[in-house]
Every structure is written in C-alpha cells, then in structure tokens.
C-alpha cells in the first residue's frame, strides 16, 4: 500500500539550468527589484510620517 500524500517521481519538474552569465543577470535584476522596493515603502513611510506630524492627515479633510 502507498502513501498518498507521498509526492510521485514524475510529479514535479526539474529547475531550469542556467548558464552563469543568465544566472548573474538573474541576481542583478532581483538586486534592482529588491532596491526599487525598499525605495518605495521607506517613501510610503516618510510621507506617512510627515503627514502625520503636520496634522494633515483624513481629520483635516472632513
């Protein structure tokens, strides 16, 4: 009798092999979307923060 929560062979596809040139450019590019990401919540949270301390936040709106 077989587990059926047991994953078959044939179940699951192998990674792609990349070359160390694609490999690099792999790294570069997820190095600028993690930057890029990065730049855009501490911008979130500098407006946030100024927003907040200047007091014109919802409250001043209605």
């Given at each position: 009798m077989?587990?059926?929560?047991?994953?078959?062979?044939?179940?699951?596809?192998?990674?792609?092999?990349l070359s160390p040139e694609a490999r690099a450019a792999q790294k570069r590019r997820n190095?600028?979307?993690?930057l890029a990401l990065l730049a855009f919540v501490v911008l979130v949270a500098l407006t946030t923060f100024i927003r907040l301390s200047t007091g014109t936040g919802i409250a001043g709106r209605m």
């Open positions: 077989t587990d059926q929560n047991e994953p078959k062979k044939d179940e699951f596809p192998q990674p792609a092999q190095l600028w979307l993690g």
